[in-house]
C-alpha cells in the first residue's frame, strides 16, 4: 500500500470531516493537519498535528514519516489575492518541499473545477469535457487550483513525485443546488477516487476530474477511469427535487459553464 500512514491536510474541512471515517482501513494510520482543533481523534487509527498550511515547520513536521499526502488544506472559495497566495499558494508549496525533503513520493492535491471554470458545454462540443483541458480560472481561487495543478507538474518533473490533481466537482453529502446534477461527487465516491489516486495505477502525473457517474455530467470519466477509479453514485436521484423549480437547460449559464456561479462572482470578494 503507498499509503500506511496518510497525511491529511485540512482534516477539519468539509471533506476532511467525510473522508476520515471512509479512509480508514487496518494498517492505515491517517495523520490529521489542521489549523483548527480537531478533538475526537480515534487513535488506533489517526494522529494529529496542529497547525498551519502557512507555518512552513509545522508543514515539514506533518509530512515527516507519511509514505503519502492528501493535501486538502487551503481555502476553498473566492477570497483577497493576498489570502490565496499565501494559503493555497505557499502553502502548497510547502507541502510539496516538504515532501521532497521527506521522501514521500505521492501527493494528491485537491483541484477544483473553477481552475478550469470558464470551459463551456457548447465548447465540448457534444464531447465529454477531458480532464486535463488547459486552465480557465474562474478566479482568484480557480487560479490558485490551477497554480496547484502547476506545482505538482514541476515537482513531478523535477523530483518524480506522483502527483494527481483532483479538479473536483462538488464533494458533499448531496448536491448543494440543481448543478449538483452534473457536479456532484458522493462521499463513497470520493473515498473511491482517492484509494485509486494512491493505488499503483495512478503514478506519474494524472489530472482528472472529480465527480460521480451523474447521468447531467458532461466531464469526462475517461482520466479517472485510467487510475482505476470506478464512481458508483449517480446524482440523478436528487433530480426531482432540484429539477422541481430550475429548468434543466445548457442555456442556463450556470449550467453552460463549468464554473457555474462562481464565473459571475467579483474577484476577490470573499465568499
Ligand atoms: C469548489 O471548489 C468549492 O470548494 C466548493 O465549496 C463548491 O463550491 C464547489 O467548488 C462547486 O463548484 O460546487
Redesign the pocket.
Known sequence: DTASRLLITGAAG?MGKMLRPLLRKPGRILRLFDIADITDIDPGHEEYVQGSVTDRAAVAAAVDGVDAVLHLGGL??EDSWENILSVNVDGTQAVFEAAVAHGVTRVIA?S???AV?FWTHAEAGGDPLPGDVPPRPDGF??WS?AAVEALGRLYHDRFGIDVVNLR?????DRP??Y??LA??MSPADTARLIEAALSDSAKGFHTVWGISRNTRSWWSAAEGAAIGYEPQDDAEVFADEFLADHEWSFDDPILQRV??A?CDHPLGQR?
Open positions: 468539509n476553498s472559495t485537491a477544483s473545477n473553477h471554470g481561487y480557480g487550483k473536483i466537482g462538488s464533494s458533499f448543494p443546488n448543478r449538483g457536479s456532484w464554473g457555474g462562481f465568499m
